[in-house]
């Protein structure tokens, strides 16, 4: 960097060539952009500062997740974040039951005393009645119990009809 023979040192290269302006009215457009990107610098200095002073007051580290002072508040937000979820899906289980109620089958009236339905006997198990599939009768004592056709390896040679 040389002079221009005022004693002042020459502008820096990367700055480009330098004009200024016979007028200050050329100017307004560009002081105007500094005007607010110095405005943005303050406010965001503002708020730094009010927060600072906000953790200072609550006894909160500087940052959340700072190693060198550990804080109950992350673990405290994850906490409160997973009962958060929790309970909307809690209630959205309960409201999804109180829009679409179940239908609960009512039971039918008993007939009137003088139907034939309310004279007619009641049948009784019988012999012929176990030969009916699907027929409920109480096992002998001794007896073994009635095959399902589901076995296991293990039990196919005691269960399995074909191996007898």
């Known amino acids: ?19 200024i302006p016979d007028d200050p009215a050329e100017l ?12 943005r ?3 965001k200095a503002r708020r730094a500062q009010r927060m600072r002073a906000l953790r200072r007051r609550l006894h909160l580290p500087e940052r959340i997740d700072d190693p060198d002072e550990p804080s109950a508040l992350l673990p405290l937000i994850v906490l409160a974040i997973a009962v958060l979820i929790t309970l909307i899906g809690l209630i959205a289980v309960t409201w999804s039951g109180v829009m679409h109620p179940r239908q609960v089958p009512t039971p039918s009236p008993a007939p009137p005393s003088g139907s034939p339905a309310a004279t007619a006997p009641v049948p009784t198990p019988s012999a012929d009645s176990a030969a009916t599939p699907g027929a409920a009768t109480a096992p002998t004592p ?3 119990a009635p095959s399902t056709g589901l076995t296991t390896p293990a039990l196919a040679t005691t269960a399995s009809p074909a191996a007898s």
């Not at 960097?1 to 480009?16: A, H, K, R, S």
């Not at 560009?30 to 607010?36: F, M, N, Q, S």
């Open 1 to 19: 960097m040389g002079t221009l023979g005022n004693g002042l040192p020459d502008l820096p290269p990367e700055w480009g060539e330098v004009v």
């Open 41 to 43: 610098a303050a406010r």
């Open 142 to 144: 001794g007896a073994a």
């Open 28 to 39: 307004d457009e560009e002081a105007e952009v500094v005007r607010r990107e110095l405005r």
